[in-house]
Nanobody, 123 residues
Framework: QVQLVESGGGLVQAGGSLRLSCAAS????????MGWFRQAPGKQRELVASITSGGSTNYADSVKGRFTISRDNAKNTVYLQMDSLKPEDTAVYYC?????????????????WGQGTQVTVSS
């Protein structure tokens, strides 16, 4: 069993910063891609940023230059530094990880999600 636990959400004024963290724990052999998604009320869940195990990153156009994703492979943790926040960044942010689990000699990759953390940006 694998769990993803997020922290760091909250209420901030426009122009402010927040840092989200997501720690994976459990029966982990390795973790491939990790990422952050968000879902605003009445909207579909969307990719915010992702990072491979090698450190290659990808960002949604709406957050480029303002958000930075990083990871600590030794701690199985991914971070999202959010700067210059805007009211339109308000959403529930979800952590996602592609976790490789060892089952005997076999290796299987499973997709896991965190429980979500609320980010609210006031104008």
């Amino acid at each position: 069993q694998v769990q993803l636990v997020e922290s760091g959400g909250g209420l901030v004024q426009a122009g402010g910063s927040l840092r989200l963290s997501c720690a994976a724990s459990g029966s982990i052999f390795s973790i491939n891609a990790m990422g952050w998604f968000r879902q605003a009320p009445g909207k579909q869940r969307e990719l915010v940023a992702s990072i491979t195990s090698g450190g290659s990153t990808n960002y949604a156009d709406s957050v480029k230059g303002r958000f930075t994703i990083s990871r600590d492979n030794a701690k199985n943790t991914v971070y999202l530094q959010m700067d210059s926040l805007k009211p339109e960044d308000t959403a529930v942010y979800y952590c996602n990880a592609a976790v490789v689990v060892a089952l005997g000699w076999r290796r299987h990759e499973y997709d896991y999600w965190g429980q979500g953390t609320q980010v609210t940006v006031s104008s």
